[in-house]
Each structure stands twice: as C-alpha cells, then as structure tokens.
C-alpha cells in the first residue's frame, strides 16, 4: 500500500472499523485511498482529524462535516447507506478505542500534524442548563430548534407550515397536498364538528389550528414554547379571520388550567417531553378531553437500543429528544386511563416528506445560506439526508395514535368501523 497521508488514515480506519472501507478518502494533500466508485469523503484539513481525535464517532464526525473541515463529493445519502449496509452486516464494528488504538491514534496524529488543542465546538450546537425536562430548560430546547426564524422554515416548508410527515396517497403528490390530507385525517380521527372546541398541545406552526377552525368550523386552543411561532401563528389568525375562534399561547403543557375539550391533538411534540415525564404527559392529555372525547398524537418511534435522537441530533436539532419504541408509546397512554383505539403507521410517508423538505433545502441553497449561514444550512443538510435514510432503513418511524377517553361507564362512543378512512 503507498505511504501516503490517505493510505494511512485508510488503513488506521480500516483495523477500527474491522473491515474495508465502504468510501473513498481524500486528504489535505490530494491523495487519496479507498474505492473509486463510492462517494468521497474529503478531510480538507488538519483540523477535521483533530475533531474526530477528541470526540471519536458521530458527534466527531457531525462537527467535522458542519463546519466544513470535512466534506463529501458524491451522493451524500449513498455515502450514509453504504456504512450502515455494512453496519448491518456485521461487517463493520462500532468505534470504541482501546489504550493500543489510543497509543496508535495519537502517534499517527503527530506523524501527520495533527497534534493540538481540541477544537471550539460549533456555535450551532445546544448548550443547555438546568434540570432535565424543567420548565426552563425545555423552553430552552425548544428554542434552539423552532426560534431559528419564520423566515427559515417559510423558505423550508410548505404553505400550511406543517412540520411533521405528511400523507401521500401517492408518492408523486405535491407536499403541499400531502400535509393538506394529514391535516384532513387527523380532523376525520377527532371527528371534529362544528362548535367543538379542539386543543393542540404543541401547535407548531398554527397548520392544524387554522386547518380545523377553516374547514371544520371548531372553537381552538394551541400552545407552544417558540416566541417565533407564536408570533407567526398570530399573522395566519389575523390573515385568515379567525382570531376569534383560535386563542395561541406560548405555554407549556404542565400549565395548563383549562376545563376539559372535545378533543386532543399533539402532533410531534411527545418527543420533547422526556421519558420520566412521559406519565405526566399522558395523564395531561387524558385530563385535557372531556368523557368520550378522542385523543390523537402523532410522534416518532425507535428502538429499544437507542431511545434518544444520536449525537447529532441531540446536539444540533433536538436536545433532550426521547423516543421509545411505539409499544411503550401506547403503554403509557393506556396507563394513563386511555383507550387506543388505532396505530396507523407512517413510516414511509416520513422519507417522502423529509426528501421533499431536504429537495427544497438544496433548490434554495443560496437563500438558506442568507439565512442562517452556511455552518447552519449544513446542519440541515445533514439532518434531513440522515433523517430520511433512517425512516427508509426502518431505525425510526412514526405513528399516529388515536385513543378515547372512556366514559364513567366504560363507554368509548366510537364507531365500530374506522370511519375516517
């Protein structure tokens, strides 16, 4: 093998990875090593392998990528699937260094010049404070995510502003469709009509508030933790005539004092809670619906191995995420005095929807750039990439879950057919 810089990285990756690797390599120096016909990842310093030296695995690799140190030329999602193929295959093993591995690493690093002080993390990662799952930090971590600017996911989204998987009845329908039939089936599960009145737990953006109140004429209460999305919720009510059927309040879901409504939503927004405060928020939803009133949450699922959201995700996307298998999921819900009546899921809607979402980053690429810089555009570049092959390659997923809350009697009153479908 050439005593080159590449071929010495390769060949180090190699007896880690316990197997060849799955992507070609090129470093500093112009040369390169691996296969030909496989995306390239790109050390464009010394500096990218001091990241990977002080936080082995994803997070090294996450802060390598985002800051630009490190690149990669050729499909990016090829370049994920082919390691975890290999992953799955046991071909590869996880990165865990040994004190040999440690004395190996290190004598390489200053054969390459690659000694020196661990490198600033990027601004862009969380850095929050606090108990887990307090008030305070949770709108903190909400913050980080959802106040990243209007502007941003206007430029991100569709017209409704849905950020959660969509519907497709067809893989080639319009996103805009796709979210208009999600917000359509989940008014049909409530089984809305007009003058109930409807809480959503984590609004988003206001698209099933203004959804529900424009096509099935309810009464409508949202909250949210996101100052921006408040604001904006509070445009589309004005913009849309409906400021006196939708009230909007920046809120979490352990303040709310209201009486009970006809129906519950939460749509992706369980993830946040946490698991110890799962209960809490189980046994909010089911206090929130009146006797007979229906409860529908849509939310991510993974499994036991990793309940959270990776390095990367935790870091950049969503600190504190939490996701559990879906039987855990209902479970909790079913402790909490609900009756689940339906799972329904979804998971290959998600790779659409994210691989719409990720098409629109890379056609407006110079605006997302304007935006929110170009260390934070490929933040998304990566989380959407990864995102939509993880729903692909079933390591996540996601459910809508319909449940009732039984009346004194037992009584669900739901229909014994699904009648939404």
């Not at 295959?89 to 002080?117: F, I, T, Y």
């Not at 108990?131 to 971590?141: E, G, P």
């Not at 921006?228 to 400021?243: C, F, P, V």
């Not at 998600?350 to 979402?357: F, K, N, S």
Request: with cysteine.
């Amino acid at each position: 093998m050439p005593n080159t810089t590449a071929h010495r990285l390769a060949s180090f990756a190699e007896k880690l990875l316990g197997g060849q690797l799955p992507v070609g390599l090129r470093t500093w120096d112009g040369t390169r090593a691996g296969p030909v016909d496989a995306p390239t990842v790109v050390l464009r310093n010394r500096r990218a392998l001091r990241r990977l030296l002080f936080a082995p695995g994803e997070l090294g690799l996450a802060r390598a990528y985002v800051t630009g140190d490190l690149d990669v030329e050729g499909d990016l999602a090829d370049g994920f699937r082919r390691i975890w193929d290999l992953t799955r295959s046991g071909e590869l093993n996880r990165v865990k260094l040994g004190p040999r591995d440690w004395a190996e690493a290190a004598s390489l690093a200053a054969r390459l010049g690659v000694v020196g002080p661990p490198p600033k993390p990027p601004a862009e990662e969380a850095r929050l404070t606090g108990k887990l799952h307090s008030l305070l930090r949770d709108k903190s971590a909400i913050a980080h995510h959802y106040d990243l600017g209007n502007a941003f996911y206007q430029l991100l989204l569709d017209e409704s502003m849905a950020y959660s998987s969509a519907y497709f009845t067809a893989e080639s329908q319009s996103l805009e469709q796709a979210q208009h039939d999600k917000l359509e089936m989940i008014c049909r599960k409530l089984g809305l009509r007009p003058g109930m009145r409807l809480l959503d737990i984590g609004c988003g953006w206001g698209s099933l508030l203004v959804h529900a109140a424009k096509h099935h004429g309810v009464h409508a209460v949202g909250i949210t933790l996101s100052a921006e999305q408040l604001q904006h919720i509070r445009g589309r009510l004005a913009q849309h005539d409906l400021e006196d059927r939708v009230e909007v309040r920046r809120q979490d879901y352990r303040e709310l004092p209201d009486a009970p409504f006809d129906a519950v939503a939460s749509i992706e927004m369980g993830e946040h809670v946490g698991e110890v405060n799962y209960p809490t928020y189980a046994a909010t939803l089911r206090k929130m619906v009146r006797p007979g009133g229906r409860v529908l949450i849509q939310q991510m699922s993974r499994g036991n191995v990793a309940p959270g959201g990776g390095a990367f995700i935790e870091r950049y996307i969503a600190p504190d995420m939490t996701m559990r298998p879906v039987g855990r999921t209902v479970e909790h819900l079913e402790n909490a005095g609900l009756e689940v009546r339906d799972v329904h899921a979804m998971r290959e809607h998600y790779v659409w929807t994210v691989r719409a979402w990720a098409d629109t980053l890379e056609e407006n690429w110079a605006d997302v750039v304007a935006l929110i810089g170009e260390t934070g555009a490929r933040v998304w570049r990566l989380y959407l990439v990864g995102g939509a092959l993880a729903f692909e390659e079933n390591r996540m997923g996601v459910d809508q879950i319909l449940s009732v809350r039984p009346d004194d009697h037992g009584a669900s009153g739901m229909p014994a057919t699904r009648e939404w479908l």
